[in-house]
T-cell receptor, first 113, second 110 residues
Framework: DGGITQSPKYLFRKEGQNVTLSCEQN?????MYWYRQDPGQGLRLIYY???????QKGDIAEGYSVSREKKESFPLTVTSAQKNPTAFYLC????????????FGPGTRLTVL | GENVEQHPSTLSVQEGDSAVIKCTYS??????FPWYKQELGKGPQLIID?????GEKKDQRIAVTLNKTAKHFSLHITETQPEDSAVYFC?????????FGQGTELSVKP
């Protein structure tokens, strides 16, 4: 099956802990993205990557970090510096940025206890 | 900055009726407009998209129209079914990234 996988589906963390969300795609897409979704709001872009070993900040990058060591993987770390990390996190990919069509994974719901 | 406004925020229709969701965008350079359907607890799924060189696009019961002059685009769902119940998001690609609307929660009552 081709697609985007995110793990885990649910994640709980204590305040002050860093946590890493996984995103993998086997679509051979060049570009990958991380979005945050809060109730009643649209999707907000955290980080995106157009090619391996390169990534750019989105609109709400503070308190988050990413890496892109492999084309198929784009993990997101939510650090203790993120003031309000409880949210639904969505990973997406697209063949290339100019193509624009983004395909989303199933999401990870992060809850800070 | 770039902005996409989506209306209404909630929409309730009877099964078999039509549903219309409207979006306006601020960046006149926007050239790509996708629509996504998101079911509870899942990731958004692309249902239809339109590019700026086209005024209308249809796919079975769904259609999207684009008015570049007025900078707005709309999603039309005909013959609605209970399985159409979900949150729908519009988006516009402007200068390098997708900007999403706030979402419309559609409820189709049997």
């Amino acid at each position: 099956d081709g697609g985007i996988t995110q793990s885990p589906k649910y994640l709980f963390r204590k305040e002050g802990q860093n946590v890493t969300l996984s995103c993998e795609q086997n679509l051979n897409h060049d570009a990958m993205y991380w979005y945050r979704q809060d109730p009643g709001q649209g999707l907000r872009l955290i980080y995106y990557s157009q090619i391996v070993n390169d990534f750019q900040k989105g609109d709400i990058a503070e308190g988050y970090s990413v890496s892109r060591e492999k084309k198929e993987s784009f993990p997101l770390t939510v650090t203790s510096a993120q003031k309000n990390p409880t949210a639904f996190y969505l990973c997406a990919s697209s063949p290339s940025v100019p193509t624009d069509t983004q395909y989303f994974g199933p999401g990870t719901r992060l809850t800070v206890l | 900055g770039e902005n996409v406004e989506q209306h209404p925020s909630t929409l309730s229709v009877q099964e078999g009726d039509s549903a219309v969701i409207k979006c306006t965008y601020s960046d006149s350079a926007s050239n790509y407009f996708p629509w996504y359907k998101q079911e509870l607890g899942k990731g958004p799924q692309l249902i239809i998209d339109i590019r700026s060189n086209v005024g209308e696009k249809k796919d079975q019961r769904i259609a999207v129209t684009l008015n570049k002059t007025a900078k707005h685009f709309s999603l039309h769902i005909t013959e609605t079914q209970p399985e159409d119940s979900a949150v729908y998001f519009c988006a516009a690609r402007g200068r390098g990234k997708l900007i999403f609307g706030q979402g419309t929660e559609l409820s189709v009552k049997p």
